[in-house]
């Protein structure tokens, strides 16, 4: 389904519950690990609530293997569904719910000083090889679990709140390849099947993305 129908979909599902709750909605804006986010909440059962949000991001970093160094650009772009439980009326709260996890990484191989790649200890020139790059992706459903503080439509007016919790976004993956291979075929094959092991390398390498933090405070206003 296209990240734009899930927001739709969300959107007037929102509205919905809102007005069978007599129209008390909050808007949250939001700042972490998922990036800069906007959420709506409404009460759909005492002490039970329904969020749901949009969160973008996209900042760049440097990585490697351990032959291979890279420039990568992560890219957040994730829609909430969540409820949230506040145990006797209190402001802390429990979430759970789902994620449509668009989030991923872009991964440029960079040719050391010499202009040159080792990979799976072999030395190529970076014409030979041509571009190295791939993508890193994820599980597009993520299931969320976490706590927080804050009820937004607890009353009128501001209010702050957070969260701390995971996605359970699934084991990453990696999409690594030689694109424009300048030698000789045979020479093609053996850069295509270093490749190949350096993608698992890579693949290794961000194994532990599987599990994704989402730290975020934010202030909210209810109408």
């Known amino acids: 389904m296209k990240f734009t129908k899930i927001v739709s979909i969300l959107l007037v599902t929102l509205a919905a519950a809102s007005t069978a709750q007599a129209r008390e909605i909050a808007t949250t804006v939001d700042l ?8 709506l909440s409404t009460p759909v059962a005492p002490n039970l609530n329904a969020r749901v949000g949009l969160n973008f991001a ?26 949230d439980y506040h145990p006797w009326g209190s402001a802390f709260r429990v979430s759970g719910g789902l994620v449509y996890n668009g989030n991923s990484i872009d991964a440029n191989a960079k040719p050391n000083a010499n202009g040159t790649y080792t990979i799976n200890g072999r030395t190529y020139s970076s014409a030979m090889v041509g571009d190295l790059s791939g993508k890193i992706d994820f599980r597009k459903t993520a299931p969320y679990l976490g706590i927080g503080w804050g009820n937004a ?71």
């Open 32 to 39: 972490g690990t998922t990036g800069l986010g906007l959420h």
């Open 153 to 223: 439509v607890a009353a009128a007016g501001w209010g702050f709140g957070m969260d701390l919790g995971v996605a359970f976004q699934g084991s990453p993956k990696t999409s690594l390849a030689s694109r424009g291979c300048t030698a000789p075929a045979p020479v093609c094959a053996q850069v295509a099947n270093d490749v190949a092991a350096e993608n698992a390398k890579l693949a290794d390498e961000v194994k532990d993305f599987k599990l994704y933090p989402v730290i975020r405070v934010g202030v909210s206003y209810r109408f």
């Open 58 to 83: 996209s900042y760049s970093y440097d990585g490697n293997t351990s032959d291979v160094e890279y420039d990568f650009k992560l890219k957040l772009a994730t829609v909430d569904a969540l409820l």
